[in-house]
Each structure stands twice: as structure tokens, then as C-alpha cells.
């Protein structure tokens, strides 16, 4: 078997067999209700949104559609994580093209898991001299490995159990970031 049929058989193994966290009807219900929660944080502001790609891509989009408000948006590139299950240092690929001193910044990303990722972006907003700097995620994983204890973002929609997850912009080696709901991979 090639390695490309060996791993598309993974990916429809991993797929066939996740564990349903959270239906495609409860993520949008959920990103509904947290569009209001931002809508009203951000009266009589003109944010800057800043989707972390590639991961933040889908919760940003469902999300910027329902807020209310006049905002920008733009987008960098931070990965830790690069395809593997398991985190590192966090690489800059892409840096925001806005200016962002004196903005209001709300960083949008699909997952606070261990928080590396979104806490080396909040400094490099606040470097550049961000007004303000707020963080909202679609998924707050629970363990006790969060990178400061209790850290929490500004805005998250929903919570999910310690497991790997995929789906609604979080990958599986890269892969299944379309698939519309929040599962966790069945471990073996
Ligand atoms: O809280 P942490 O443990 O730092 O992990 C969260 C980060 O990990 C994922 O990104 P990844 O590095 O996989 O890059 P990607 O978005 O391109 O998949 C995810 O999109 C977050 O940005
Ligand atoms: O559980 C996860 N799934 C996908 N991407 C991630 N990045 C950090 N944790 C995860």
C-alpha cells in the first residue's frame, strides 16, 4: 500500500470512528449566542479582528458574520503545532499586515489548549502598541497544563474534554479542519 492510501485510510479511520463532543448544530448555536457576548464588548469600537490561521479560519468566518459592529479584519499566522499531535515553539509564518497601535485587538482562534500559542501573540499585539487586547476561541480545552494556571480567554464558546479534537477549523495532521461539528480522536 502507498503511503498516500495508508494515510487516507488513517483519515477515514480517525473520521469513522471520533467521538462526537459537539454536534455542527450546537457550534453554531454556541458561536451564535458568544456573537452577542462580542457584539456588546465592542459597542462604539471599531476593532481590528485578527484570525490566527489556519486553525481560527472557520470560527472566524461563522463568527464575523454575526457581529454587529464596524470592524477590520486581517490575519497572521502562528503555528506550534505543525500537523503534529503534539505542541513545540510557536513559529511565526505570517505577522498582521494592519497597524496595530491604538487598536482594539480581538484575536479569534479555534482552540486555547495549552495557551503557548495565544499568549505569544497577545505580547506581540501588545509590543506594537494595541489599545487593548482581547482573545475569543470556539474551544477551551479542560486540563490542568495550561501554560499560566487558570488562564481563560476573553470569549470562548464552548468547553471540551482533554482529547485531541478535530473539526470546525482544528486539524488532524493537517487534515478533517471542514468537518463541521468538535470530535475527539479515538485513541487505540
Ligand atoms: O494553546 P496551544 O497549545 O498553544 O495550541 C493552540 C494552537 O494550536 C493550533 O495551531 P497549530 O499550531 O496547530 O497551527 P494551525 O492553526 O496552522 O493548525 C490552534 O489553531 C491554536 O492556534
Ligand atoms: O486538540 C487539538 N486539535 C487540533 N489542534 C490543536 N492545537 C492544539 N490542540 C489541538
Redesign the pocket.
Known sequence: MSIAEELQQELMRVRREAIELHSADQVQEAIAKLAFAVTEAYSGKVPVMLT?????MIFAAELVKRLDIPLEMDYL???????ETS?GD?EWIVTPNASLAGRDVLIV??????????LSIIDACKAQGAASVKTCVLVDKQHDRK?KPGLKADFTALDAADYYLFGM???YK?FWRNAPGIYAVKEH
Open positions: 490566527v490561521m489556519n486553525g481560527g499566522h502562528a503555528s506550534r503545532y505543525l500537523g505542541g510557536v482562534d479555534d482552540i486555547l489548549d495549552v495557551g503557548t500559542t495565544l501554560a477549523g482544528m486539524d493537517g
